[in-house]
């Protein structure tokens, strides 16, 4: 006969397990710290944005050599029909119509106005003797600012202001056309530069933080020394090439491995040309782009910039799970103190459990491996490197664990320190975010966490061409987490 379902009963339970939690502070705190932790840190990630990218720039652009006006002034000095006099403009019109049969003004923004698209008008002044000779000196001087355009921009119509007297009354036409000139050239030319407009543009953009160089080689450089995560490289032509219409491509240098970073230094790069075009030229335009990956390439796969790290990962997460719940059990079970009566010293204690712990996390990390070379097979020529690197970060993770279940009451404390300890890690450590990502108040945090070192450190092997002797920092790093580790497991042992 079944028993009714008692809800007393039920809310007995309920308060019994409430009253455990209260009062079982560890577990209690864990509870609250957890979740809490978690959503600080997914606030801070999402909330951040890539800034201050380094990005190395080479800007070798020129200024327009040549003035529309001093190239107007070149022709007419070397034309066999005219003698210029060079004046200024309150004395231009002196003599016109007795020694000087034209006035030519070149206004001073004749050649910007030009580029920049906008309505440029010269102003010729003739007072001849005859209707014949004055279209042949509006011919001549047409076809020389015709032929200068051409020399300056390729091919760029200008208008001409024609103001024509006659000296009465008109006398038989001379036979010989020649005439005299007088030129006023007020042109400033064009001083500004698309490449100077850039690197001013680039250099006030907060999403990157330029490194200024003196050479292509010294962007590809900085880069290959992962100084720098973008490059740009403007040559000495770019802006009277792109005057005449001819194509000379910015070269744009990327490390594709650090993919967040390149894509934020790349969208500030375009912005910038865009608008240093815009500024320029008067108008929208674009600048073509020539991409070059250091590292890396178009289109690489998450899986594969984040496999080295993911293997050191879950060397992390089972160093820390396996271990602290089997330890945690072997001491409530008593059988810790049985071998405490043995002649095993605590040291040997420590150690035999690492190891047998060390191997059950090479097989669980060979597992992982296979699996991350499957489906990035190029980490095949780097993964007996990273294998040192997971062995530190795996011993470490593996005694801290055997430290903290000395500490802890039972398996759930245990899990929630795993938590605590390994969440911050997977955020911060750079594993799944750049830490540039991070707001500058907790720029520093990171660099507490081992998985860090070893994140940097791998990806350096494996993407870089590195070895463990040129990121001996974080090599020793690991090592010192290592001992730190079987130290502190020692010494918690010793003192119980």
Request: proline fraction near 4%; hydrophobic fraction near 50%; aromatic fraction near 8%.
């Amino acid at each position: 006969m079944s028993r009714k379902v008692s809800s007393h009963r039920i809310r007995t339970v309920i308060r019994r397990i409430f009253r455990q939690i209260r009062r079982d502070r560890p577990t209690l705190g864990l509870l609250l710290i957890a979740p809490l932790l978690i959503t600080v840190l997914w606030s801070f990630i999402l909330t951040g944005a890539v800034s201050n990218v380094p990005t190395a720039v080479c800007v070798q652009d020129n200024p327009l050599e040549d003035s529309l006006g001093t190239t107007v002034s070149s022709l007419f000095e070397d034309h066999l029909n005219v003698t210029v006099f060079q004046r200024d403009r309150f004395d231009a019109f002196d003599e016109l119509g007795e020694s000087i049969q034209a006035v030519l003004l070149l206004p001073s923004n004749l050649t910007e106005g030009l580029i920049r698209g906008g309505n440029v008008t010269l102003n010729l002044y003739i007072n001849v003797t005859s209707e014949a000779q004055a279209n042949f000196i509006m011919a001549v001087i047409g076809n020389v600012t015709t032929q200068a355009a051409g020399e300056v921009f390729g091919s760029r119509g200008i208008q001409l202001e024609r103001n024509v007297t006659f000296t009465v009354p008109l006398p038989p036409s001379p036979l010989d056309f020649s005439f005299n000139l007088s030129l006023v050239n007020e042109d400033i030319g064009f001083v500004a530069t698309i490449g100077g407009i850039f690197q001013d543009i680039l250099s006030e953009d907060g999403n990157v933080s330029v490194i200024d160089c003196d050479s292509r080689e010294t962007v590809v450089r900085l880069l290959e020394n992962r100084s720098a995560v973008a490059g740009v490289y403007v040559g000495a032509d770019l802006t009277s090439t792109t005057i005449n219409g001819e194509d000379q491509p910015i070269e744009l240098f990327i490390n594709g491995i650090q993919t967040v970073e390149a894509t934020s230094a790349l969208a500030a790069v375009q912005n910038a040309l865009s608008e240093s075009v815009a500024q320029a030229f008067g108008r929208e335009g674009e600048a073509r782009v020539s991409v070059t990956y250091i590292y890396g390439e178009a289109g690489i796969s998450m899986i594969e910039i984040m496999g080295p790290a993911i293997i050191g990962f879950m060397g992390v997460f089972f160093g820390f799970l396996i271990p602290g719940i089997f330890f945690l059990r072997e001491r409530q079970q008593g059988t810790l103190e049985r071998m405490q009566c043995t002649p095993l010293t605590d040291l040997e204690i420590v150690l035999g459990y690492s190891i047998a712990f060390i191997g059950v996390l090479l097989v669980q990390t060979t597992v992982i491996s296979l699996v991350v070379l499957y489906l990035s097979p190029q980490l095949l020529s780097s993964i007996l490197t990273l294998i040192p690197l997971v062995v530190l970060l795996a011993m470490g993770s593996v005694t801290l664990a055997i430290l903290i279940s000395y500490r802890m009451k039972n398996e759930l404390q245990v899990i929630q320190t795993i938590l605590v300890f390994i969440l911050p890690q997977m955020f911060l450590s750079g594993l799944l975010f750049p830490l540039s990502q991070l707001p500058s108040y907790i720029a520093m945090i990171p660099y507490i966490f081992p998985l860090t070192y070893y994140v940097e450190a791998a990806r350096a092997v494996a993407f870089y061409n590195a070895t463990l002797l040129d990121e001996i920092i974080p090599v020793m790093i690991l090592v010192l987490y290592c001992l730190l580790g079987i130290a502190a497991s020692v010494v918690k042992r010793s003192d119980r």
